[in-house]
């Protein structure tokens, strides 16, 4: 079944510790996303790629970085986590051109860090 | 800048008391206005694209109208199964490569 799988689904870790956030898709999708949501917050995006070795920063300032080695892998990485860290993280995936913006969302990590 | 505001924050429902969602925005030019569903612990799963002013979509219980200020999602005799945070998105032609613009949602809880 076609999907997107985000890995882990919770984290809790200390300052200063390096992360990675996994996010795989099956779909076949060009474009991919991270969203940063906060509970009862807007979504915003903090990075996307349009495919293979093309990655972008988005709206809100991140210190995170991703990376797009295979067009099914999107993993978020964190090189040493603050508190202000603490929040949900989102990929997304959609298919490539035209106006229709059809998001797929996986189940999210909620990172917390004390 | 673009900007989409969702009222109410939250909505209590009794099942079967029809109600409406509102989202409004501001957009240089609307390429498209999104609706999706978010269930605790998930990710938003997609509802409806409208792309011009007197658009309507419908699914089951739900149906999305547009304005060129306006968006509102009607829930018609709701069911406890529609409870589920909504969230309202805008994508402007100025972003080629399609950014999405978020409301915060409107929480719903329908009882039984």
């Known amino acids: 079944e076609a999907d997107i799988y985000q890995t882990p689904r919770y984290l809790v870790i200390g300052t200063g510790k390096k992360i990675t956030l996994e996010c795989s898709q099956t779909?076949?999708?060009?474009?991919m996303y991270w969203y940063q949501q906060d509970p009862g917050m807007e979504l915003h995006l903090i990075h996307y790629?349009?495919?293979?070795?093309?990655?972008e920063k988005g709206d809100l300032s991140s210190e995170s970085t991703v990376s797009r080695i295979r067009t099914e892998h999107f993993p978020l990485t964190l090189e040493s986590a603050r508190p202000s860290h603490t929040s949900q993280y989102l990929c997304?995936?959609?298919?490539?051109?035209?106006?229709?913006?059809?998001?797929?969302f996986g189940s999210g990590t909620q990172l917390s860090v004390l | 800048e673009d900007q989409v505001t969702q009222s109410p924050e939250a909505l209590r429902l009794q099942e079967g008391e029809s109600s409406s969602l509102n989202c409004s925005y501001t957009?240089?030019?609307?390429?498209?206005l999104f609706w999706y569903r978010q269930d605790p612990g998930k990710g938003p799963e997609f509802l409806f694209t409208?792309?011009?002013a007197g658009e309507e979509k419908e699914k089951e219980r739900l149906k999305a109208t547009l304005t060129k200020k306006e968006s509102f999602l009607h829930i018609t005799a709701p069911k406890p199964e529609d409870s589920a945070t909504y969230l309202c998105?805008?994508?402007?032609?100025?972003?080629?490569?399609?950014?999405?613009?978020f409301g915060a949602g409107t929480q719903v809880v329908v009882t039984p």
């Open positions: 409208l792309y011009s």
């Open positions: 997304a995936s959609s298919e490539y051109g035209g106006t229709n913006e059809k998001l797929f």
């Open positions: 790629s349009y495919g293979v070795n093309s990655t």
């Open positions: 998105a805008v994508q402007a032609t100025t972003d080629s490569w399609g950014k999405l613009q």
């Open positions: 957009v240089s030019g609307l390429r498209g």
């Open positions: 779909m076949g999708h060009d474009k």
